[in-house]
């Protein structure tokens, strides 16, 4: 089973830039896709940003559209998620983890520790 591993989190100022990497190891499906998660505390986790595994396909959430970008390195089994322009709002722990289609919520691997992203002044 894939067990993906984030990275790329940080401090930055509003309107600031950021791109976290996720590193997923163990055995992967072409149906499988690969999502981009975050919960900020006190809410709910919630889906992002998704790709499929081919790179066929990609979700965004109406939030980050326009801003954010999910891209896939299949040479080193990593996807990124290029996020620009962000706001205060953007706050939060940042997950990554398979999913079994691209707009689905669920989860097919643990979650992990997860990277968290500040953004503020």
């Known amino acids: 089973q894939v067990q993906p591993v984030e990275s790329g989190g940080g401090l930055v100022q509003p309107g600031g830039s950021l791109r976290l990497s996720c590193v997923v190891s163990?055995?992967?499906?072409?149906?499988?896709?690969i999502g981009w998660f975050r919960q900020a505390p006190g809410k709910e986790r919630e889906s992002v940003a998704a790709?499929?595994?081919?790179?066929?396909?990609?979700y965004y959430a109406d939030s980050v559209k326009g801003r954010f970008t999910i891209s896939r390195d299949s040479a080193k089994n990593t996807v990124y998620l290029q996020m620009n322009s962000l706001k205060p709002e953007d706050t939060a722990v940042y997950y990554c983890?398979?999913?079994?289609?691209?707009?689905?919520?669920?989860?097919?691997?643990?979650w992990g520790q997860g990277t968290q992203v500040t953004v503020s002044s």
């Open positions: 163990g055995r992967t499906f072409s149906s499988y896709a």
């Open positions: 983890n398979a999913k079994p289609k691209i707009y689905a919520d669920s989860a097919l691997a643990a």
């Open positions: 790709i499929s595994w081919n790179g066929g396909s990609t």
